[in-house]
């Protein structure tokens, strides 16, 4: 079975780091890119990132460029969100998701996802 | 970041059909396929519809996707109270190099 386990609910303060995680297992977790993807509390979804184990490639959302580190361990087929400085304003509920493509016709879509990893930041 | 227009609720009555609409532009939904998550109460997103129509193993029938130029729609027939759910349409943007999701409508079964 294809599974994406993420890290534990996580409660930080304003200017501390943090790094959640997403552990693939059940297919070649260097094959796909895994992206990561926010929802703020009551809010929709949006794309923060991708990045492919297999080499790091990694891309970002202009969102969110600059304001978290997306990277992989693929040695443990891990993928990592981090940020250096949290804000209050970084509360939300955290998805890893792994990304499957079809070139005809063309279209990429996440499938499956973790569980979440919930980020509370106080002021 | 932009994202895809849905309205923001739905609802119907156990055994009725609902649609759910989603409009994008060229970028978008015009030169990529569409897809539907399902994120039932308390829950992680569940992908339900990819590739504009197709259902991935284990999603029932009842639920169908079509998309028409730059907008699509999800079809629920025979509506079960359990589908009570948030429903995200998502497409690749080639401006963005990423996915763009919608907004969200929240399905309310009476």
């Known amino acids: 079975e294809v599974q994406l386990v993420q890290s534990g609910a996580e409660v930080k303060k304003s200017g501390e780091s943090l790094k959640i995680s997403c552990k693939g297992s059940?297919?070649?977790?260097?094959?796909?890119?895994i992206g990561w993807v926010r929802q703020m509390p009551g809010k929709g979804l949006e794309w923060m990132g991708i990045?492919?184990?297999?080499?790091?490639?990694?891309r970002y959302s202009p969102s969110f460029q600059g304001q978290v580190t997306i990277s992989a361990d693929k040695s443990i087929s891990t993928a990592y969100l981090q940020w250096s400085s949290l804000k209050a304003s970084d509360t939300a509920m955290y998805y890893c998701?792994?990304?499957?493509?079809?070139?005809?016709?063309?279209?990429?879509?996440?499938?499956?996802w973790g569980q979440g990893t919930l980020v509370t930041v106080s002021s | 970041q932009s994202v895809l227009t849905q309205s923001p609720s739905a609802s119907g009555t156990p055994g009725q059909r609902v649609s759910i609409s989603c409009s994008g532009s060229?970028?978008?939904?015009?030169?990529?396929?569409v897809n539907w998550y399902q994120q039932l109460p308390g829950a992680a997103p569940k992908l339900l519809i990819y590739?504009?129509?197709q259902r991935p193993s284990g999603v029932p029938d009842r639920f169908s996707g079509s998309k028409s130029g730059t907008s699509a729609s999800l079809a629920i027939s025979g509506l079960q109270s359990e589908d009570e759910a948030d429903y995200f349409c998502?497409?690749?943007?080639?401006?963005?190099?990423?996915?763009?999701f919608g907004g969200g409508t929240k399905l309310t079964v009476l």
């Open positions: 998701a792994r990304l499957k493509s079809s070139n005809y016709p063309r279209g990429n879509w996440f499938d499956p």
């Open positions: 059940g297919y070649r977790f260097t094959a796909y890119w």
């Open positions: 990045i492919y184990p297999g080499d790091s490639d990694t």
């Open positions: 060229s970028s978008n939904i015009g030169s990529n396929t």
């Open positions: 590739g504009n129509n």
């Open positions: 998502a497409a690749w943007d080639d401006s963005l190099n990423g996915p763009l």
